[in-house]
């Protein structure tokens, strides 16, 4: 196929090492209720919506809090902290400005809400953001992706999202999108107009119309 009509990023993970960051706002979160949280209880939540994140985390803790203070409890620490310092993932800041120069246009797509988003946004040439309070249904359904093809006045079939993790390049490809997964913390498997690929690093605009 010739050219991508745009570019669409995941955020955690992604565009950004996150992972780290919700790993300790949980375990904070754990240690308020006297229990334990472990790797495998973090990696349970990589591409949830975070309400379900929310619910899971009740469920886990026991805890009296609702779904939606303990997003807010995680969020605001996120935010606090993308505010000081943005962990780039490899490559990834370095192929947003080539595909910028080279006048693709570029959408931040994630189950992350605006409070988190918005530190990233601002240090990025992006044409659209798309968040999980923004949307009806989050990810893996195609919605968020759908709606990001929308504000760009542009064919979801047409675009490449970039993601690392099953649940979001299931929402990217349900939306007609091909998806280049470069997993971080958890396997993705193998599916139709989805290339996997180890890292960012190196990558091009040209590259990536190869890739597919």
């Known amino acids: 196929m010739g050219d991508f009509a ?14 780290p960051l919700w790993m300790a706002g949980e375990h904070e979160l754990a240690e308020k209720h006297g229990s334990a949280w472990t790797q495998e209880d973090g990696l349970a939540l990589v591409g949830n919506s975070l309400l379900e994140s929310g619910h899971y985390i009740k469920n886990r803790l026991g805890s009296d809090m609702s779904p939606e203070d303990i997003v807010d409890f995680l969020v605001i620490r996120l935010a606090d902290a993308l505010g000081r310092e943005i962990p780039w993932r490899p490559g990834a800041l370095e192929l947003v400005n080539a595909l910028d120069d080279a006048g693709v246009p570029q959408a931040l797509v994630t189950m992350s809400y605006a409070a988190i988003a918005r530190p990233v946004a601002a240090a990025l040439p992006l044409a659209a953001v798309v968040t999980g309070d923004l949307v009806t249904h989050g990810k893996p359904h195609p919605e968020p992706y759908l709606r990001a093809a929308e504000l760009l006045d542009v064919d979801a079939a047409d675009c ?22 470069v997993p971080h913390f958890v396997n993705v498997p193998e599916a139709p107009r989805r290339v996997l690929r180890t890292s960012l690093e190196l990558l091009s605009p040209d590259d990536l119309r190869d890739l597919f």
């Open 6 to 19: 745009a570019v669409l990023w995941d955020l955690d993970g992604t565009l950004i090492d996150s992972e």
């Open 160 to 181: 490449l999202a970039i993601e690392d993790s099953g649940t979001g390049a299931t929402s990217a490809n349900a939306a007609g999108c091909h998806v280049l997964v």
